[in-house]
């Protein structure tokens, strides 16, 4: 039995918390769909800072624009320019690739001087401004992140329809669904993870390098299928194969198949009609906070606690599943670990996580809906054609793609957006 190649397509079927409304796709009527990133100015993204450099320390600051480049490229390129190690560069999250984005990044220079670099010289990359602070950017040390996306082939009047959409999300708030970019250019990354969970090395291989008759020499730059390849040549058992596949590259997939499982959950939740609410037996988090806490029949019957909740103060959680994960209570525990169960997985396979990819695999909790502010649209045409520009605020965490999909009502336009936020290397 195949079970990972057995897994459907991600987003096949989630539910769309606007489906009432018409999309832009509704609009086209010659037979083609909407397209996202025609160019990298089509889609602008701008990281919200979770705090400003102090002007000290021994930490340089640099806010960067970078065009068709991976973050991790983008960091390599800083380390190398400031004759760092990888370890000595840090930034609060993963951007877009096939995008124009504006993040920060800092680098590790005790006792050296500012002056003693040359200027970097890039054709991707553009240092804005440099100031010095005391520590490391870290991952997550962010508020957010600001949108701007020019949405091709569609009617400019359509924006109008955007708008109406957009509405809606900013009084009810936004699916926190993963986005495309989440499973990899071929949508196959939580296939991967649930192989190696279910500790199904064959599998694994198969879904990593295709078929053995249908194999071929991957490219030198396909670094995981080639060392893979290369082990299987030599003999190596599947199992010792898998063995080899990095920690960070075990953890895209793994936390792959976990975001796939959240978004059942939470395209369940909609479909009830209670993604806005709280039940009994929930694990709620208040917005910007870390811990949950179960909802219980006396906490429904809290005034203020409802209030919260209409202004979406409080949320519902999902699982991401992992031993060490908070469980909710009663039917929505049960319908939860039914996910889990259709996957194929049972409570004892949930410490092979932690195995495949540390702390990442330990499980948590992720709130149901975010909050989408200073929204914008509108209609135009450039020197490339018509488009709908829709410009947006998510928290960090958040994917535009979950704000796209209630827009566009067509999956097909945005399953191109693979590569936004990836690592350089992604499953395809």
Request: aromatic share 6%; hydrophobic share 40%.
């Amino acid at each position: 039995m195949n079970a990972a190649h057995d897994l459907p397509h991600p987003f096949d079927g989630l539910a769309l918390a606007t489906q009432d409304l018409s999309g832009i796709a509704c609009a086209v009527h010659d037979g083609t769909v909407p397209v996202i990133k025609q160019q990298p100015s089509d889609f602008l993204v701008e990281e919200q800072a979770l705090y400003h450099p102090s002007g000290d320390g021994e930490h340089l600051y640099l806010y960067v624009q970078k065009s068709r480049l991976t973050t991790h490229s983008c960091a390599r390129i800083l380390a190398e320019h400031f004759r760092v190690d990888g370890l000595s560069v840090g930034y609060a999250g993963l951007k877009d690739t096939q995008a124009i984005t504006r993040q920060m990044f800092s680098v590790h220079l005790p006792g050296r001087r500012r002056e003693a670099f040359s200027s970097l010289e890039h054709d991707r990359i553009e240092v804005l401004w440099s100031d010095w602070h005391t520590n490391k950017l870290r991952r997550g040390h962010l508020a957010g992140n600001r949108f701007s996306i020019r949405i091709r082939n569609v009617d400019p009047s359509s924006a109008v329809l955007a708008h109406q959409c957009l509405r809606v999300l900013e009084r009810a708030g936004v699916p926190n669904y993963f986005g495309p970019q989440r499973f990899g250019i071929g949508m196959n990354n939580h296939r991967v993870g649930l192989a190696l969970v279910m500790q199904s090395w064959a599998e694994a291989i198969d879904l990593l390098l295709g078929p053995e008759k249908d194999r071929i020499v991957p490219p030198q730059s396909a670094r995981l299928e080639t060392a893979l390849t290369k082990a299987l040549a030599r003999g190596d058992s599947h199992e010792r194969a898998c063995r080899m596949i990095r920690p960070n590259e075990r953890s895209i997939f793994v936390s792959a198949l976990q975001s796939a499982m959240f978004n059942q959950i939470l395209s369940r939740r909609i479909g009830a009609g209670t993604l806005g609410m709280l039940v009994k037996g929930d694990r709620a988090q208040r917005e910007g906070q870390h811990n949950t806490f179960l909802v219980t029949e006396s906490s429904m019957a809290d005034a203020d606690l409802l209030r919260d909740v209409e202004a979406m103060q409080v949320s519902t959680t999902g699982p991401m599943w992992g031993p060490k994960m908070q469980r909710a209570a009663s039917d929505v525990d049960a319908t939860e670990l039914g996910v889990l169960h259709e996957f194929g997985l049972a409570d004892d396979d949930l410490t092979h996580m932690i195995d495949l990819a540390g702390d990442m695999g330990a499980g948590e909790r992720r709130s149901m809906r975010v909050r989408v502010t200073e929204t914008d649209v509108e209609g135009g045409v450039d020197e490339i054609g018509p488009y709908v520009r829709c410009a947006f605020t998510l928290p960090k965490g958040a994917f535009a793609t979950s704000v796209l999909r209630e827009i566009i009502k067509c999956d097909a336009s945005l399953r191109s957006n693979a590569d936004s936020t990836a690592p350089d290397r992604v499953v395809s």
